[in-house]
């Protein structure tokens, strides 16, 4: 299973869902294989038959269990290991940049280096 990778950087007020919409919109004709998203349980509703309409994939929502524990959901932590690489890249650790399209392109220079560093470890 490969992973595609698809950065979209936006405005603080613009609301998760609509930021997921973007991600979508660049994922069409990108990814023709894929058939199941994961999203959090925030990203219900209407974000499910958007889903099927732009590239006719199936969006599974993580739903979070009834349970007075702590209780690690499934694929959660793949996006939480992201970030928390991200967060070792000193111009990622905090948000200094002004432009979005900075933030975007400093994403991809990290995401960049980890892969090449997997592929030829320092």
């Known amino acids: 299973m490969g992973l595609l990778m698809a950065v979209v950087v936006?405005?603080?007020n613009l609301q998760d869902r609509d930021g997921a919409k973007l991600v979508l919109q660049k994922?069409?004709?990108r990814c023709p294989r894929r058939q199941l998203i994961w999203a959090d349980g925030?990203?219900?509703g209407q974000l499910v038959e958007r889903v099927q309409q732009l590239g006719g994939w199936l969006l599974s929502i993580v739903k979070r269990p009834n349970l007075p524990q702590f209780t690690v959901l499934?694929?959660?932590w793949v996006v939480e290991r992201t970030f928390a690489w991200l967060g070792?890249?000193?111009?990622?650790?905090k948000d200094h940049e002004a432009l979005p399209q900075t933030s975007d392109a400093l994403i991809h220079i990290a995401?960049?280096?980890?892969m090449l560093c997997r592929l030829e470890p320092v």
């Open 10 to 12: 936006h405005a603080a």
């Open 27 to 29: 994922l069409v004709g």
């Open 42 to 44: 925030g990203y219900g």
């Open 74 to 76: 499934p694929r959660r």
């Open 88 to 93: 070792r890249c000193r111009r990622l650790s």
């Open 111 to 114: 995401m960049i280096r980890l």
